[in-house]
């Protein structure tokens, strides 16, 4: 039988958790009182009625960024506002003045990244990629991967560039000839694969000419991703977690498969060439494994660790 005092127990925690609920409520929507946001701040919704509004008059599915520009422009917000959409999202402070942007950037030691950029990429990297990591593994990261794309790097790749765009360049031409519906989204993102791929492999994955399976995977994690992220619905959840183990398996497979054949190539090589003469961002974390001394393989926890930056 429920007695007098357990249902004191059960009332004093009641009581405990509407008070904490009222206070939380409270510090969270008047934390930003004094300092510059947009206007129209709700108690219930805070800054998502505006948000949803902004948003109504965009295409569909554009990028959240548009959003926050013309919120900023359409309120004549100063160069950093506050925009509340808790309990929904993190609150966030939005910079669009340059100046205290770089000063953001330039602070040392750096401001760690949020762990909501963790939650949000890692359906699609897995844990630790370089976005989203910090300190000592941001460092590990960056070295094996983020020097690959310095403008040192990427400079004298011009040519190679200007090559895969007059590729798209004739593709447009011949897509506008067939007066055909086309996605020009789409298109533009086999270019930038095929200008990724050869920085990142070394040759290009030619998603252009005749289509890249690798390319296909990585749009494939998109829609499964989102839905891991935004619905709290089991069935549905387990359904994208599913699919997207499955993807990222096949991508995995891809890049090790890369990795091991760069390996085999620079092992036959009489000399190793240095970090500096790596012609790809491949041969970088392969040359980073072979001169570690950990031995001339790329064990699974290794290959787990390049794919997932």
Same mark, same amino acid.
């Given at each position: 039988?429920?007695?007098?005092?357990?249902?004191? @127990?059960?009332?004093? @925690?009641?009581?405990?958790?509407?008070?904490?609920?009222?206070? !939380?409520?409270?510090?969270?929507?008047?934390?930003?009182?004094?300092?510059?946001?947009?206007? $129209?701040?709700?108690?219930?919704?805070? &800054?998502?009625?505006?948000?949803?509004?902004?948003?109504?008059?965009?295409?569909?599915?554009? &990028?959240?960024? &548009?959003?926050?520009?013309?919120?900023?422009?359409?309120?004549?917000?100063?160069? +950093?506002?506050?925009?509340?959409?808790?309990?929904?999202?993190?609150?966030?402070? +939005?910079?669009? *003045?340059?100046?205290?942007?770089?000063?953001? /950037?330039?602070?040392?030691?750096?401001?760690?990244?949020?762990?909501?950029?963790?939650?949000?990429?890692?359906?699609?990297?897995?844990?630790?990629?370089?976005?989203?990591?910090?300190? %000592?593994?941001?460092?590990?990261? &960056?070295?094996? +991967?983020?020097?690959?794309?310095?403008?040192?790097?990427? !400079?004298?790749?011009?040519?190679?560039?200007?090559?895969?765009?007059?590729?798209?360049? *004739?593709?447009?031409?011949?897509?506008?000839?067939?007066?055909?519906?086309?996605?020009?989204?789409?298109?533009?993102? $086999?270019?930038?694969?095929?200008?990724?791929?050869?920085?990142?492999?070394? +040759?290009? /994955?030619?998603?252009?000419?005749?289509?890249?399976?690798?390319?296909?995977?990585?749009?494939?994690?998109?829609?499964?991703?989102?839905?891991?992220?935004?619905?709290?619905?089991?069935?549905? #959840?387990?359904?994208?977690? !599913?699919?997207?183990?499955?993807? #990222?398996?096949?991508?995995?497979?891809?890049?090790?498969?890369?990795?091991?054949?760069?390996?085999?190539?620079?092992?036959?090589? $009489?000399?190793?060439?240095?970090?500096?003469?790596? !012609?790809?961002?491949? %041969?970088?974390?392969?040359? %980073?494994?072979?001169?570690?001394?950990?031995?001339?393989?790329?064990?699974?926890?290794?290959? %787990?660790?390049?794919?997932?930056?």
């Amino acid at each position: 039988m429920f007695g007098v005092s357990n249902w004191l @127990v059960a009332a004093t @925690v009641v009581l405990a958790t509407a008070v904490y609920g009222i206070f !939380k409520v409270v510090y969270m929507r008047t934390r930003f009182r004094g300092l510059p946001q947009p206007p $129209k701040h709700s108690w219930i919704w805070g &800054h998502t009625t505006i948000w949803e509004e902004l948003a109504a008059t965009l295409p569909p599915f554009t &990028h959240p960024q &548009h959003v926050y520009t013309l919120m900023a422009r359409k309120y004549d917000m100063p160069g +950093v506002f506050y925009v509340d959409m808790w309990p929904f999202v993190e609150s966030q402070v +939005v910079i669009t *003045d340059p100046d205290a942007a770089r000063l953001v /950037l330039a602070t040392t030691p750096y401001y760690p990244k949020h762990p909501t950029i963790e939650r949000f990429l890692r359906p699609f990297t897995g844990p630790g990629s370089i976005a989203a990591s910090n300190g %000592d593994r941001w460092r590990y990261n &960056h070295r094996m +991967v983020g020097s690959g794309f310095s403008p040192s790097h990427v !400079k004298p790749m011009a040519g190679m560039i200007a090559e895969q765009v007059l590729v798209f360049h *004739d593709r447009l031409r011949r897509l506008a000839a067939a007066a055909e519906p086309f996605s020009m989204e789409e298109e533009s993102a $086999k270019t930038v694969f095929d200008v990724i791929g050869k920085i990142v492999f070394g +040759v290009s /994955l030619e998603a252009q000419r005749s289509g890249s399976p690798l390319l296909e995977d990585l749009r494939a994690s998109i829609n499964p991703a989102t839905t891991f992220i935004g619905t709290r619905n089991p069935w549905k #959840r387990r359904a994208a977690e !599913k699919s997207l183990r499955a993807l #990222r398996a096949r991508v995995r497979e891809t890049l090790a498969g890369e990795m091991r054949e760069r390996l085999r190539v620079l092992q036959d090589e $009489k000399e190793l060439p240095s970090r500096r003469q790596a !012609k790809s961002v491949l %041969d970088r974390i392969v040359l %980073d494994r072979i001169q570690s001394g950990q031995g001339a393989t790329l064990d699974d926890e290794f290959i %787990d660790t390049a794919v997932t930056k």
